[in-house]
């Protein structure tokens, strides 16, 4: 699998206009991902949107007899619903009304009970080919090791950090191991730069916030 280094003095740029965009935003507070005001009405939101998930899948006690039955697709079905965010297109969460729900059952019990997350990432491919869908499925499963993405708007950002990387039409499990390994390099930076802990959600939201304050308008090259 391909590696993507990010350059280091880019990201320090992106880091001082980061600054700038939390100063101006929360009135000068520091830039801290579970305090400041700013990031908090703007991204706070995942990582409760993690832990309510959590909280709800291990009331459930779900087991492999429940495959099939489902309940466990209609659980997940009904929680996205539920949600107010942006990380999936709310057609492709239509999408899992319409399918196949025993189908579906043995799906999300893999992505959220099999330890092996690249075989639960390649069953479910052929059936969620929706790199928000899936990708947000997986943050749900470990917010540690996993982020949701919208590839169309990351390829921008990547491609100003100079990496020779895109999503937009290559879903797959080495692609998005690749975007979660980019999150988790920027981690460190964005920790000693700010002095704050940084979880790899918080490195999503840095990035998310440079796309969405800075670099919106411009054209997205290649």
């Not at 988790?184 to 840095?206: H, S, V, Y």
């Amino acid at each position: 699998m391909e590696t993507y280094n990010i350059d280091t003095p880019i990201f320090h740029k992106l880091m001082d206009k980061f600054e700038d965009i939390v100063h101006e935003e929360s009135n000068g507070e520091p830039v801290n991902f579970v305090r400041n005001p700013f990031l908090v009405a703007w991204e706070g939101y995942k990582s409760k949107l993690f832990f309510d998930f959590i909280v709800q899948w291990n009331g459930k006690r779900f087991t492999a007899e429940n495959v099939g039955d489902g309940s466990i697709s209609g659980f997940v079905t009904d929680f996205l619903f539920q949600q107010d965010m942006n990380l999936i297109d709310w057609r492709k969460r239509d999408d899992l009304r319409k399918a196949d729900m025993a189908q579906m059952d043995k799906t999300l019990y893999l992505i959220f009970c099999n330890n092996d997350a690249k075989t639960a990432f390649n069953h479910a491919l052929p059936e969620l080919r929706d790199y928000g869908l899936l990708s947000t499925l997986f943050f749900l499963r470990d917010m540690n090791q996993f982020a949701p993405v919208r590839p169309s708007r990351f390829d921008k950002l990547f491609s100003y950090l100079g990496l020779d990387f895109k999503m937009s039409g290559h879903i797959s499990w080495d692609n998005y191991t690749a975007y979660n390994n980019i999150l988790q390099q920027a981690r460190p930076l964005i920790a000693k730069r700010f002095e704050t802990e940084t979880r790899l959600i918080d490195a999503q939201t840095f990035m998310w916030v440079i796309l969405e304050k800075m670099l919106k308008d411009k054209p997205t090259e290649g």
